[in-house]
């Protein structure tokens, strides 16, 4: 039996899965933490990674891996490959003004068209800016900006800081798929190109593709930056260097070589796992929520509502993200001194609608829509009304109710949608599962639990070692019945907009 694995390193923890590459059935899998905050330095990425291979129990047997990670987290590096400074990743809003700056100086319409997307707080282009005009000492030593994946991927590679790593720090290896190169404001996905005349104005000095134009470790002519080689879906950057694989020798003999697929973007790497098709929207529930689905082709929103991003696979990937999906459940789960399963049963003993009680869940600002200022707001809120079961309901439909908002800008670009793949920890949660089937007017299918992501990764993994994408099948674990109920996002969005004026 052919082992692959895949990676999914996010915001919260690094998961792992070992996979038979043939049928796609899981073997095992490990997992480790990160820690909190919007800023990381990517070292604890590497020992999480690390850990979880060693709760996996190691790579032995394993042919092929690939990593899927967080999108838009900046990643700077020194010519001697040295981390300048934690990463800032998609839920840090400090960099809102430079995203507005930048928007300004290029035009959203104009901005829509070169990437896909208009500058928000969340993209990799306004971190850039933000360094430039806050962090001149850092910016003025920057020699490559990666991204978390991207950055994993080289390490594995063998490649690193001067000292700790065993082919030290070649720039012009770091590489990246088009799923994550479209998240970072600065690449096409309909040219498939970066636009270095953007990558310049936010950074104020210029940049070259890795492995196109490169120099080596000592880093690109001149002051210009290294920007990672954007690869083909199923293409590998190399191997596993051996020295990264601490049970390699078997028998006194070096294991087969590992080979690393390209790498993805998240929500590309779940839409990978999952096998999603036309017509299928994906709506996931992490740290973050998103909406997304496979389009043919490229779009480009001047309203910044959906992000135009390309996939894992050849074809694009319209996207809305909310900052705010999991993290309002478990906030509300701490008011109310409930765990999940009892805010579950509150939740599920109010009536639609919540008594009128209304949850604007903007804990940790907003992307979509783009209020980074805003904060959350409970509404309606009367002697009658102050329930804890209303507050535990109101806590769910908002959360879902801000992810709905991102269907419906979906279905405004003329995107199909036929049934919603409802994915993420959350969502095995019961109260979730039937009020999403009242929120949204969409059959909705409950994918078995399992890491969609870093099985995704896991098919890039294959891909790249069987030369085909693999096709493997996902079970269902629920589809909850049909009950919609217009009135939940009504109440919502009445509130949503009082919200909108008063952060404006």
Same mark, same amino acid.
Request: net charge negative; proline share 6%.
């Given at each position: 039996?052919?082992?692959?694995?895949?990676?999914?390193?996010?915001?919260?923890?690094?998961?792992?899965?070992?996979?038979?590459?043939?049928?796609?059935?899981?073997?095992?899998?490990?997992?480790?933490?990160?820690?909190?905050?919007?800023?990381?330095?990517?070292?604890?990425?590497?020992?999480?990674?690390?850990?979880?291979?060693?709760?996996?129990?190691?790579?032995?047997?394993?042919?092929?891996?690939?990593?899927?990670?967080?999108?838009?987290?900046?990643?700077?590096?020194?010519?001697?490959?040295?981390?300048?400074?934690?990463?800032?990743?998609?839920?840090?809003?400090?960099?809102?003004?430079?995203?507005?700056?930048?928007?300004?100086?290029?035009?959203?319409?104009?901005?829509?068209?070169?990437?896909?997307?208009?500058?928000?707080?969340?993209?990799?282009?306004?971190?850039?800016?933000?360094?430039?005009?806050?962090?001149?000492?850092?910016?003025?030593?920057?020699?490559?900006?990666?991204?978390?994946?991207?950055?994993?991927?080289?390490?594995?590679?063998?490649?690193?800081?001067?000292?700790?790593?065993?082919?030290?720090?070649?720039?012009?290896?770091?590489?990246?798929?088009?799923?994550?190169?479209?998240?970072?404001?600065?690449?096409?996905?309909?040219?498939?190109?970066?636009?270095?005349?953007?990558?310049?104005?936010?950074?104020?000095?210029?940049?070259?593709?890795?492995?196109?134009?490169?120099?080596?470790?000592?880093?690109? =002519? /001149?002051?210009?930056?290294?920007?990672?080689?954007? *690869?083909?879906? @199923? !293409?590998?950057? +190399? &191997? #596993?260097?051996? $020295?990264?694989?601490?049970?390699?020798?078997?028998?006194?003999?070096?294991?087969?070589?590992?080979?690393?697929? =390209? /790498?993805?973007?998240?929500?590309?790497?779940?839409? *990978?796992?999952? @096998? !999603?098709?036309? +017509? &299928? #929207?994906?709506? $996931?529930?992490?740290?973050?929520?998103?909406?997304?689905?496979?389009?043919?082709?490229?779009?480009?929103?001047?309203? /910044?509502?959906?992000?135009?991003?390309?996939?894992?696979?050849?074809?694009?990937?319209?996207?809305?993200?909310?900052?705010?999906?999991?993290?309002?459940?478990?906030?509300?789960?701490?008011?109310?001194?409930?765990?999940?399963?009892?805010?579950?049963?509150?939740?599920?003993?109010?009536?639609?609608?919540?008594?009128?009680?209304?949850?604007?869940?903007?804990?940790?600002?907003?992307?979509?829509?783009?209020?980074?200022?805003?904060?959350?707001?409970?509404?309606?809120?009367?002697?009658?009304?102050?329930?804890?079961?209303?507050?535990?309901?109101?806590?769910?439909?908002?959360?879902?109710?801000?992810?709905?908002?991102?269907?419906?800008?979906?279905?405004?670009?003329?995107?199909?949608?036929?049934?919603?793949?409802?994915?993420?920890?959350?969502?095995?949660?019961?109260?979730?599962?039937?009020?999403?089937?009242?929120?949204?007017?969409?059959?909705?299918?409950?994918?078995?639990?399992?890491?969609?992501?870093?099985?995704?990764?896991?098919?890039?993994?294959?891909?790249?070692?069987?030369?085909?994408?693999?096709?493997?099948?996902?079970?269902?674990?629920?589809?909850?019945?049909?009950?919609?109920?217009?009135?939940?996002?009504?109440?919502?969005?009445?509130?949503?907009?009082?919200?909108?004026?008063?952060?404006?």
């Amino acid at each position: 039996m052919s082992l692959v694995a895949g990676v999914d390193s996010s915001t919260q923890s690094c998961k792992v899965v070992v996979l038979d590459a043939g049928t796609g059935a899981l073997v095992r899998e490990g997992r480790a933490g990160h820690p909190d905050g919007t800023e990381v330095h990517p070292d604890h990425w590497w020992r999480a990674l690390s850990e979880a291979f060693d709760d996996a129990g190691g790579l032995s047997g394993v042919s092929a891996l690939s990593v899927g990670g967080q999108q838009h987290g900046m990643v700077l590096l020194d010519r001697d490959g040295n981390v300048l400074r934690p990463a800032l990743l998609w839920n840090d809003t400090r960099s809102a003004e430079s995203a507005a700056a930048l928007t300004d100086e290029v035009g959203a319409e104009d901005y829509a068209k070169r990437t896909g997307l208009v500058p928000v707080a969340s993209f990799t282009v306004t971190k850039v800016r933000w360094v430039r005009d806050h962090e001149p000492d850092v910016a003025a030593r920057v020699a490559a900006v990666a991204l978390p994946h991207d950055w994993l991927t080289w390490r594995l590679r063998g490649y690193g800081p001067v000292g700790a790593s065993p082919l030290g720090p070649d720039l012009g290896q770091l590489t990246t798929d088009r799923s994550d190169a479209s998240g970072t404001g600065y690449w096409n996905p309909a040219t498939a190109t970066y636009d270095l005349e953007l990558f310049r104005l936010a950074f104020g000095r210029g940049a070259v593709e890795a492995g196109t134009d490169a120099l080596g470790a000592a880093g690109p =002519a /001149g002051d210009a930056v290294f920007l990672p080689r954007v *690869l083909a879906p @199923g !293409a590998s950057p +190399g &191997d #596993v260097h051996p $020295s990264m694989v601490r049970d390699a020798a078997v028998a006194g003999q070096q294991a087969q070589p590992i080979r690393l697929g =390209a /790498g993805a973007g998240d929500n590309a790497a779940a839409a *990978l796992g999952l @096998g !999603a098709r036309g +017509g &299928d #929207v994906v709506v $996931s529930v992490g740290t973050s929520g998103t909406v997304f689905a496979v389009s043919d082709e490229p779009i480009g929103d001047p309203s /910044g509502t959906v992000a135009g991003f390309a996939d894992a696979s050849g074809l694009f990937l319209p996207i809305a993200v909310t900052l705010n999906a999991a993290r309002v459940l478990t906030s509300v789960a701490g008011l109310l001194g409930v765990d999940f399963d009892e805010l579950s049963r509150l939740a599920l003993e109010a009536e639609p609608g919540a008594g009128g009680v209304v949850l604007v869940p903007y804990f940790e600002g907003e992307r979509t829509p783009n209020l980074p200022h805003a904060t959350a707001s409970f509404s309606g809120l009367s002697i009658a009304s102050t329930t804890r079961s209303n507050v535990a309901r109101a806590a769910v439909e908002g959360m879902l109710c801000g992810l709905a908002g991102g269907l419906d800008a979906l279905r405004g670009l003329g995107h199909p949608a036929e049934r919603l793949l409802l994915i993420g920890g959350a969502v095995q949660n019961p109260a979730v599962q039937r009020i999403a089937a009242q929120v949204f007017d969409l059959p909705v299918l409950v994918p078995s639990p399992g890491e969609y992501v870093a099985r995704g990764a896991a098919v890039q993994a294959a891909w790249a070692l069987m030369g085909e994408r693999p096709a493997w099948n996902v079970a269902l674990d629920s589809t909850p019945e049909p009950d919609f109920r217009p009135a939940i996002a009504e109440q919502y969005r009445a509130e949503q907009r009082k919200v909108a004026q008063a952060a404006g």
